[in-house]
């Protein structure tokens, strides 16, 4: 075999493995919206259709979802560095499938607790996806591919929602679970069978240090290199920032814009196709033109501007009209991962991944009720401020925060890169 034949390989390799990692991330996505139309509907059936307590379940949902992710996510990480991506993948492909069957079957509230608990406690497809993608990527490469992962997350959107509330219009609230549980279980069994290891034993961990399989354990994996906190600061501003929209959009336009379910749609329909775009044909050439430091701070300033524009919009069309500015956010997260992921080595790019995993964890903690909190105080005292966007412009804030510490932190000069398999 000719040395050209043996880079063919390896090219095809990679895009063999991109291809079912883009899949795991849009089969997730999209069956996690599927859950969007659903879920607070099946919890509010369970509480005898009282909305304030449905709304109380869900924050604990929430909560505990994002505690378990804390607690959970650096052990995860470990074990992708210790004993290979793959195996930590089919872990959490078993245990989405599993909490998504808890769902359609659940006999009540607990039930669905539990799930959620389980899923939280398994759930580290997307950051040991990215670890994989890490290994099999060139690092000159791995902001643009980080892009391409993103669009999962909005192509999951477009389609999960809408197929979500056809499903469980048409076939009842339990048969979107069975639906979503099917697509994951499909998922795995093809990692099972088919999809290759990206961490060769000798790249491998060579033992499970318990003592870094821990929140804080993390965190000192974030200290020994420079800049490597900073950055992971970034991502966890944007993480809590984002959450924003989730806890509070469909309140805040319905209270202020009077929006129906069906200009809802059509919302979360225009917001993923916008992101799709610029994750699939705007981060590759940005960053290729401008580096990853500055699509991170391009991204910091569109989410700024773009959540400063959502809060202040008194109308609906002028909300509407701040989308494309908002959608040059998604250049952020591409552009620090490729950063974050040049500084360290592949036997420790899982252990990164479970650090911003429990950051991101943290940011799922406390972003709910702060949020939540801040929307209730800004309606109750409308009439004397006149602030119902006060929680989004809480979220510009924090994205005001990730650019100042963006211009300080992350500095190409300071990169290490990391060999791709």
């Known amino acids: 075999m000719s040395a050209q034949d043996s880079v063919d390989g390896a090219v095809r390799g990679r895009r063999a493995s991109f291809g079912f990692i883009f899949a795991l991330a849009l089969m997730n996505s999209i069956s996690f919206g599927i859950m969007i139309p659903i879920l607070p509907n099946l919890i509010k059936q369970f509480a005898g259709g009282d909305t304030a307590s449905a709304s109380e379940w869900n924050a604990l949902f929430a909560t505990t979802w994002g505690l378990m992710q804390f607690v959970c996510g650096p052990i995860l990480g470990m074990m992708a560095d210790r004993f290979g991506r793959r195996p930590v993948l089919l872990i959490s492909l078993f245990g989405l499938a599993t909490d998504f069957l808890f769902m359609a079957f659940a006999p009540g509230l607990w039930w669905l607790f539990l799930g959620r608990v389980l899923n939280g406690m398994t759930a580290a497809s997307f950051s040991t996806a990215n670890a994989y993608l890490a290994d099999v990527t060139p690092p000159e490469q791995r902001a643009k591919t980080f892009g391409w992962m993103g669009s999962a997350f909005s192509f999951g959107f477009i389609i999960g929602p809408t197929l979500g509330g056809i499903i ?20 795995a069994m093809y990692g099972l069978f088919i999809l290759p290891e990206s961490l060769p034993r000798e790249r491998r961990a060579k033992t499970y240090d318990w003592k870094r399989a821990n929140p804080l354990g993390s965190l000192r994996l974030l200290q020994s290199q420079r800049g490597l906190l900073g950055l992971a600061g970034i991502g966890f501003l944007f993480q809590f920032a984002q959450i924003v929209l989730p806890q509070i959009f469909v309140l805040y336009t319905t209270h202020r814009y009077h929006w129906t379910p069906q200009i809802l749609g059509l919302t979360f329909l225009l917001t993923g196709v916008l992101g799709v775009l610029v994750q699939w044909f705007l981060v590759g050439p940005v960053v290729a033109r401008v580096g990853e430091r500055n699509a991170i701070l391009i991204g910091a300033t569109a989410g700024m501007l773009g ?110 890169t990391a060999p791709a398999a």
């Open 168 to 187: 469980g219009g048409e076939f009842g609230l339990r048969t979107p679970f069975i639906v979503a549980a099917g697509l994951t279980f499909v998922n």
């Open 307 to 416: 959540f400063a524009w959502y809060g202040a919009a008194p109308t609906g069309f002028l909300y509407l009209l701040g989308a494309p500015v908002f959608a040059l956010w998604s250049l952020m997260m591409p552009g620090l991962q490729g950063l974050m992921t040049r500084r360290l080595p592949p036997q420790q790019q899982g252990q990164l991944q479970g650090a911003n995993q429990s950051l991101a964890g943290i940011a799922a903690i406390l972003g709910p009720p702060i949020y939540g909190e801040v929307f209730a105080w800004s309606i109750r005292h409308e009439a004397t401020y006149h602030m119902p966007g006060l929680p989004i412009y809480l979220a510009s804030g924090l994205m005001a925060l990730a650019f100042l510490l963006a211009t300080v932190t992350a500095r190409p000069a300071l990169e290490r």
